[in-house]
């Protein structure tokens, strides 16, 4: 089962870890086995670092060997610039042990040829990079699948494939293999030397890694399998679980997306993609479509998945795009705001992405039923949008198309505020300009003049939905595309909702005002304006409507059939 997570990542990789080692029938112990948590800023820079050693059998010195080839390896790697790079500085920094150990197994009675096995996790980021030689092995058990991630490095004829024929110090220059692979929540690595892999079959080490007990007792519990089962040498393992992942970078998920396909012509309903049953099409729009699918991989369970349109836009924006809206599911995790479900990279064929499927409808759908919202359910709307807004806005994202098609109101009373895929990020590349995005009814006066748009475009626009929330109306009157509109004074609320408070009325107005600076001064405070006026009550006296603004073109019609009664009886 592929492991499709929509759960909150940290700032930093969380990982729990045991090791447990036993000498078995062996008069010593030759084995050692460390992990290097390494400080918040060594995470982040240089990541967690586990490894395990067996020194040589036949040789002087092979528990020195073992011990000191972890050790100088930690040390060393962590004394190396982060600038240079995980492969280059863990090659240099088992290099320069080996070199060392080479020369005094031929020069020092006490290490004659002294030798190890030496493997090595570096977690780092959302990556694991293994470092190998020697016959030590790495395992990674993910969606209950057990992979060997190593290669043992002896004979392969039958009665010599214990021989080693690369290790830390047999050969002046140590061969090491580097194996790197995108790490995923929830996986768990094993680190073990041949005292347990040479026993233990894969089969067996599987049944044991998935008991999913701690790692720390799971260790103990592979070594004593192995010497219940007969093992003759030093057995050693450590086992690592991944908790949860940091955020993915940017620049990490640029790559990967831009290099998808997209589906010409996009697919239909019926359709499997990568484990994805379309079922139904929700919306159909001029730059996507969305279906309601099941994830076959998951035991059915519904999610959205929504494809680009072909032919619409260039490809340059629709990567852009689907870039966007997965670097913002990383980093942010509100209640308001909706998720995307992370696909594993070698997973995907072509250009789409999967959300939850949220039980509801949309804002856009509720305007169309009756009985019109009041002012409390209206209000509480508003309220968890401006929230959603702002939750983006602490984040240096400003979302560019909020509207009532985007909201999603939840069966169970929550709200999710949907497509992040036009968001403007800091300093990340934006649109071409034929591209801007926006829809042009909710779009700022400064969006429709060419400019990027910023916070307050995005409070403009939570404005303009939450007067349609109420009245099913626009402020300014319904915009069409490639129009140039011109901005006078806002429609009252009040003529289409007489009955809501005044007070409402001035903060909407306040919201959609034509001039940025007379707008309010962000998401918060237009929330923070709704909860203040309903703790004023409902009953609050809504404004009188002079008729002139209830019905203007009666109000002219009597206004001129006065003036001109006035006339006829001044030149009787």
Partial sequence: MADRTATSPPTRIQIQYGLASEQGRRPRNEDYAGIWLGTPGQQATQGIVAAVADGVGGSKGGRVAAELAVRSFIDAYYAQP???????????????????????????????????????????????????????????????????LTEDHTLKQPDLNHVLFRAVGIEPFVRLDHVAEPLRPHDRFLLCSDGVHGTLGKSRLRD??????????????????????????????????????????????????????????????????????????????????????????????????????????????????????????????????????????????????????????????????KPRLTLREGAGIATRIAKAVAALHR?????????????????????????????????????????????????????????????????????????????????????EPFSHPRFGKPVPLSRYRPDLPGWLEAMLERAVAADRKERMADAIEFAMELENGLERGESVSPRRVPFYERDPVRFWQIVSAMLALTLLLTNL
């Fill in 395 to 479: 984040a240096g994202i400003v979302h560019r198309d909020i509207k009532p098609d985007n909201v999603i109101l939840e069966s169970s009373g929550g709200l999710r505020l949907i497509d992040l895929g036009v968001v403007r990020l800091p300093r990340v590349e934006d649109f071409p300009a034929p591209d801007t995005p926006g829809t042009p009814s909710y779009m700022a006066p400064e969006l429709l003049a060419g400019q990027p748009g910023d916070e307050l475009s995005d409070v403009y626009a939570l404005g303009v939905t939450v007067y349609r929330a109420f009245t099913d109306r626009y402020p300014y009157g319904e915009i």
């Fill in 208 to 369: 044991l890694l998935l008991r999913r007990s701690a790692p720390e007792e799971a260790a103990r519990e592979i070594v004593a399998a192995a010497l219940d089962a007969g093992s003759h040498d030093n057995a050693t393992a450590v086992v690592i679980d991944v908790i949860a992942l940091p955020a993915v970078e940017h620049t990490d998920l640029a790559p990967a997306i831009s290099a998808l396909p997209i589906r010409d012509p996009a697919p239909k309903a019926g359709e499997t993609v990568d484990g994805f049953r379309l079922d139904g099409v929700l919306s159909d729009g001029r730059y996507s479509r969305l279906f309601k699918a099941a994830d076959t991989t998951d035991g059915d369970r519904p999610v959205v998945v929504k494809f680009p349109q072909p032919t619409v836009a260039t490809e340059k924006t629709y990567h852009l795009a689907f870039v966007r809206e997965a670097w913002v599911a990383t980093r942010i995790h509100n209640p308001w705001v909706g998720a995307v479900i992370e696909v594993p990279p070698e997973h995907q064929t072509c250009l789409y992405s999967v959300m939850p499927f949220y039980e509801g409808e949309t804002l856009e759908r509720r305007l169309g039923r």
């Fill in 82 to 148: 982060e600038t240079v790079g995980v492969q280059h500085a863990a090659a240099s920094s088992i290099d320069a042990f080996n070199g060392w150990l080479h020369k005094m197994g031929r020069t020092d009675a006490l290490l004659e040829n002294a030798a190890c096995t030496f493997t090595s996790l570096i977690l780092l980021g959302r990556k694991v990079h293994v470092f190998h030689v020697g016959d030590s092995r790495a395992y990674r058990l993910s969606d209950s699948q057990l992979t060997l």
